[in-house]
């Protein structure tokens, strides 16, 4: 079954780079790997997604393994409005994944210290 | 503002009630998600229609029905709940479905807290 594994949590402090990372061993080489973030009392929001190259846009950077089993979130300049949980969910594609229930997973909660 | 709405934001009600959520998604995709987030639990897919067709229950219990009359609207009916399906609700929308490329774009979320 198509996982991702993530820290539970991470700090870091206002102003500094902060790289997230995401192990996705068992994805297929055609799924895009995409990350999102879940600020306080609020939905998801996509952040960036890649499939072989690395990826820049406003809000982030992503860098993708060679092998494509781990990418890694990069926030260049982490200000408190990043405090979030951060998510890389597994790719899904029917049918779906028998009796393990599909989510999200766990997500990397991201403190910032000031 | 991501282009997909929910209503109502926040709902109470009694185990014997019956209500609905709404969702509607203003981007043109053609793929919609329900999603469960309970506390301190992994956000949870609960189902998935694609041009308009469910092809996605994720072991769901029948007290949740949802109907999804276009590829715009998408709706949650909900029927004698229990206390423990107090939770987020969360409904997304792409692009297709089960291509491995699609980016979910996210509403608010419904607060339900069943009585």
């Known amino acids: 079954d198509a996982k991702t594994t993530q820290p539970n949590s991470m700090e870091s402090n206002e102003e500094e780079p902060v790289h997230l990372p995401c192990n996705h061993s068992?994805?297929?080489?055609?799924?895009?790997i995409h990350w999102y973030r879940q600020l306080p009392s609020q939905g998801p929001e996509y952040v960036i997604h890649?499939?072989?190259s690395n990826v820049n846009n406003r809000m982030a950077s992503l860098a993708i393994a060679e092998d494509r089993k781990s990418s890694t979130l990069i926030l260049h300049r982490a200000t408190l409005r990043d405090a979030a949980v951060y998510y890389c969910?597994?790719?899904?594609?029917?049918?779906?994944?028998?009796?393990?229930?599909?989510?999200f997973g766990t997500g990397t909660r991201l403190t910032i210290i000031p | 503002e991501t282009g997909v709405t929910q209503t109502p934001r926040h709902l109470v009600m009694g185990m014997t009630n019956k209500k609905s959520l709404k969702c509607e998604q203003h981007?043109?995709?053609?793929?919609m998600y329900w999603y469960k987030q309970s506390a301190k639990k992994p956000l949870e897919l609960m189902f998935v229609?694609?041009?308009?067709?469910q092809t996605e229950n994720n072991s769901v219990p029948s007290r949740f029905s949802p109907e999804c009359p276009n590829s715009s609207h998408l709706f949650l009916h909900l029927h004698t709940l229990q206390p423990e399906d107090s939770a987020l609700y969360l409904c997304?929308?792409?692009?297709?479905w089960g291509s491995g490329r699609e980016t979910q774009y996210f509403g608010p979320g419904t607060r339900l807290l069943v009585l």
């Open positions: 997304a929308s792409s692009q297709d």
């Open positions: 068992t994805i297929s080489g055609t799924d895009y």
């Open positions: 890649g499939l072989t």
């Open positions: 969910p597994p790719a899904r594609a029917p049918p779906s994944f028998g009796n393990e229930k599909l989510t």
């Open positions: 981007l043109g995709h053609n793929a």
């Open positions: 229609y694609n041009f308009k067709e």
